[in-house]
C-alpha cells in the first residue's frame, strides 16, 4: 500500500511549524516517525566518519543523531546493518533540459544516483518560450518528487538579435519579475556573455543588477584568463567553466566559488580532472568548491549521476568526507540552504541516502520517506512518477519552419574563393576556423569529398524571419545522410548536417511532425529518432523510455560516423564559445562577435 500523501518538497513542513515537535522528539519526550540504526554517519560539518550511529526522523526532517542503540521505544527502524549514511547530494549547476526529461521525470535519475536537491538554470526553454517556459517548468519542478530551485536565466538570447534569433527575451524587468514570483528562484543563471560582462555592456549589469538588488548571488561562465577581474568586479560569484588547475586557482582568489564539472569521459564537458588540479597541486582550501554535473542526457543521467562526480573526486585524490561534502553542504552553503540541506544537524530535511564501502548508493530517503532501496525505486516514488505535470497546449507547438524552405545547401561559386569553414575536434567544444581556397569549377560532390567536409544549416525556428544559414562542417566524419536536432544551443533554433540536400530534408521533415527532436538520416530513411515534442527540448515519457531512445541514438550517430557526439553537435551554433560558430544569422567569430561570410571572394 503506497503513502497517499502528495510526495514534493512540499511535502515537509517549514521548519518554523516543527520546532516544538523536534524538540520533544529529541529531547525523548515524544516518539519519532522512524529510526535508521546501524550507521556510520558521514558527517559534512566535521568531515568524519561517526561511528555505530542512529537517526531519529519525524515529520521528514531529523530530530536528533545518537549513538547507536539509543532508542528503546516502538517506532519504525531501519537496520542500515553498518552501512555510510550521508545527506543527500545537492548539484549546484545543471540543465535539466539536457536530459530531454521533464523535472518530474528527472527526478528518478537523481534519486536512484542519490541527489536530493537540485539547482538548474532553464535558460534552454527560456529561449523557445520565455518566461512561460520558465514558469511552465517551474510547476512542473513543483509537482516533481525532489527539491529543484531555479538560477533565473540570465542571457536569453546568449548574445544578440544581430548574431542569433531566439524564442525568448529575458530582459531585466522580467528577470526581475521571476525573482519575484517564484521563491524557488534563487540565483541568477549563468552570465554567458562574458566578454560584453567583462566590457560593461548596459543590458547585461542591468541584468546583474536585477539579482543582486534583491540579494541574489550571480552565476558565471567564462572562458580565459583575460576576464576574471572584470568578471568578478560585476558581481559574479560562482562558474563551472574552470577547464584547467590555472583559470580556477584564478577564480577562487577573485572570490569565486567553483563547481567542478564531471562529464562523462565521452563528452565535452569533463573538466574535473584538469580544473582540481587547483586543490591537489596548488593546495587550495577546498571549501568554495563544488561538484556538478551541467548536462546530461538521459542516458547519461542514469549512469553519471553527482554519485559519480563524487567517486571521481576521491579517486583523483580528495578525502571521501571532503568529496562528499562538495558534492552536498557546499553547494547547500554557496545558495544560502545549509539550514535545510547538506548535513545531519537537527531540523534539516531528513533527505539521506545509504552508501556502501565504495561509496555507490544504494537506499535514498526524501524528507523522511523511502523512494529507493536497494538501487531500485520503491511502490512511494512510483506512483509518484506516474502522475506528471502535463505542460500546457503551446509548449508542444514550438516547431515553426517557413514555409517553403529555402535552399538546406549554397551555391557553389563559380570564380575563385576562400571558404570560412568550421572544424570539429574532439570533445567538441571548441570549433576551430579554418580558412582555404576554394577550386573553381568543381561540383559539389568533389568538393566535400577532397576536403573533408559536409553541409551544415541552422533554419529559425521560432516563428520569425524564417532565417536559413549555411556553412560547411570539416573532419565531422559523415559518411552518409544526415543528422538533426532542434536542440541548437542556445537559440535552439534547427541545425541539420548532411552529404546531401535530400537526406538533410527528410531529418526536417521528420522533427516538424513530432514538434522537435534529434535524428539521424541514411538513404531517406529516419534510422533513430529521440522525439522532443515539449519545446522541442523535452520527451513527455519517463526516463528509463527515452534514455533507451538515446542509446539507439548515440548507436545510429556512430554508424553514420560522426566524429564529435551529438550533444557536442548541437553546441555547434552556440555562438559564446570560441572559435567560430553558425546560428541563424550566419557565420558568428568569436570573442570577436562578428558575423563572415561563408565564402569571401579572391582576386584572380
Not at 570533445?427 to 568533389?446: C, K, M, N, V
Request: net charge negative; glycine share 10%; with cysteine.
Amino acid at each position: 500500500m503506497t503513502d497517499p500523501t502528495p510526495l514534493t518538497r512540499f511535502s515537509v513542513a517549514p521548519l518554523s511549524r516543527m520546532t516544538r515537535q523536534l524538540a520533544s522528539v529529541a529531547g525523548g519526550r515524544a516518539e519519532p516517525d522512524l529510526v535508521i540504526t546501524g550507521v556510520r554517519i558521514l558527517s559534512t560539518y566535521s568531515e568524519r566518519m561517526r561511528p555505530a550511529s542512529e537517526v531519529w526522523i519525524t515529520g521528514g526532517r531529523i530530530a536528533a543523531v545518537k549513538p547507536a542503540g539509543t532508542y528503546r521505544g516502538g517506532a519504525s527502524r531501519y537496520d542500515a546493518e553498518g552501512g555510510i549514511l550521508a545527506p543527500g547530494l545537492v548539484d549546484p549547476h545543471l540543465h535539466i533540459e539536457s536530459s530531454m526529461v521533464t523535472a518530474c521525470a528527472y527526478a528518478e535519475a537523481a534519486l536512484l544516483n542519490g541527489t536530493t536537491t537540485i539547482v538548474c538554470d532553464s535558460h534552454e526553454i527560456g529561449n523557445v518560450l520565455d518566461a512561460d517556459g520558465i514558469a511552465w517548468m517551474l510547476e512542473d519542478a513543483r509537482a516533481a518528487p525532489l527539491n529543484i530551485y531555479l538560477t533565473v536565466p540570465s542571457t536569453v538570447p546568449a548574445t544578440s538579435p544581430e548574431l542569433e534569433s531566439a524564442g525568448g527575451d529575458l530582459t531585466a524587468d522580467k528577470i526581475g519579475a521571476l525573482f519575484d514570483a517564484w521563491p524557488e528562484a534563487i540565483g541568477l543563471g549563468e552570465k554567458m556573455d562574458f566578454v560584453a560582462v567583462a566590457e560593461g555592456d548596459e543590458r547585461a549589469h542591468a541584468i546583474i543588477a536585477a539579482a543582486l538588488q534583491r540579494g541574489r548571488p550571480v552565476s558565471g561562465h567564462i572562458y580565459g584568463l583575460g576576464f576574471v577581474s572584470a568578471y568578478a568586479a560585476s558581481g559574479v560569484t560562482d562558474t563551472h567553466e574552470a577547464i584547467d588547475r590555472d583559470i580556477a586557482d584564478d577564480l577562487l582568489e577573485a572570490g569565486l566559488w567553483i563547481y567542478l564539472r564531471g562529464g562523462p569521459p565521452t563528452t565535452p564537458w569533463h573538466s574535473l580532472p584538469k580544473a582540481i588540479g587547483t586543490i591537489i597541486e596548488l593546495g587550495a582550501a577546498a571549501k568554495r568548491v563544488c561538484v556538478c554535473t551541467d548536462d546530461r542526457d538521459a542516458q547519461d543521467l542514469l549512469a553519471y549521476g553527482l554519485d559519480w562526480v563524487v567517486r571521481e573526486a576521491i579517486r583523483m585524490g580528495i578525502p571521501p568526507e571532503q568529496a562528499w561534502s562538495m558534492g552536498s553542504l557546499h553547494p547547500a552553503t554557496r545558495y544560502g540552504l545549509d539550514g535545510e540541506i547538506g548535513g545531519f544537524g537537527g531540523g534539516r530535511r531528513a533527505d539521506l541516502v545509504l552508501l556502501d564501502d565504495d561509496f555507490i548508493p544504494q537506499t535514498t530517503w526524501f524528507g523522511g520517506r523511502c523512494v529507493v532501496e536497494n538501487r531500485r525505486i520503491t511502490p512511494l516514488l512510483d506512483a509518484a512518477l506516474s502522475r506528471p505535470y502535463r505542460y500546457p497546449a503551446p509548449a508542444y507547438a514550438t516547431m515553426h519552419l517557413p514555409q517553403p524552405l529555402s535552399a538546406l545547401v549554397p551555391v557553389l561559386p563559380e570564380g575563385r574563393c576562400v571558404v570560412n569553414a568550421i572544424r570539429t575536434t574532439l570533445p567538441g567544444i571548441e570549433l576551430t576556423h579554418e580558412r582555404y581556397s576554394l577550386t573553381p569549377g568543381a561540383d559539389w560532390a568533389t568538393t566535400l569529398r577532397d576536403n573533408d567536409l559536409c553541409f551544415v544549416t541552422v533554419i529559425e525556428r521560432h516563428g520569425g524571419a524564417g532565417n536559413v544559414a549555411h556553412g560547411l562542417l570539416r573532419a565531422f566524419g559523415l559518411k552518409h545522410g544526415a543528422v538533426a536536432s532542434s536542440v541548437g544551443h542556445d537559440s535552439h533554433n534547427v541545425i541539420v548536417a548532411g552529404l546531401n540536400e535530400e537526406d538533410m530534408r527528410v531529418a526536417l521533415d521528420a522533427l516538424s511532425a513530432i514538434q522537435g527532436g534529434v535524428c539521424v538520416v541514411e538513404d531517406g530513411q529516419v534510422t533513430a529518432m529521440v522525439p522532443l515534442p515539449v519545446a522541442g527540448l523535452l520527451s513527455d515519457k519517463r526516463i528509463g523510455i527515452v534514455a533507451e531512445e538515446v542509446r539507439l541514438l548515440k548507436k545510429a550517430w556512430e554508424r553514420a560516423g560522426c566524429t564529435i557526439p551529438y550533444m557536442g553537435f548541437n553546441l555547434i551554433p552556440l555562438s559564446v564559445i570560441p572559435e567560430i560558430r553558425i546560428t541563424d544569422k550566419g557565420l558568428v567569430l568569436v570573442p570577436a562577435m562578428r558575423i563572415v561570410p561563408l565564402f569571401e571572394p579572391t582576386e584572380t
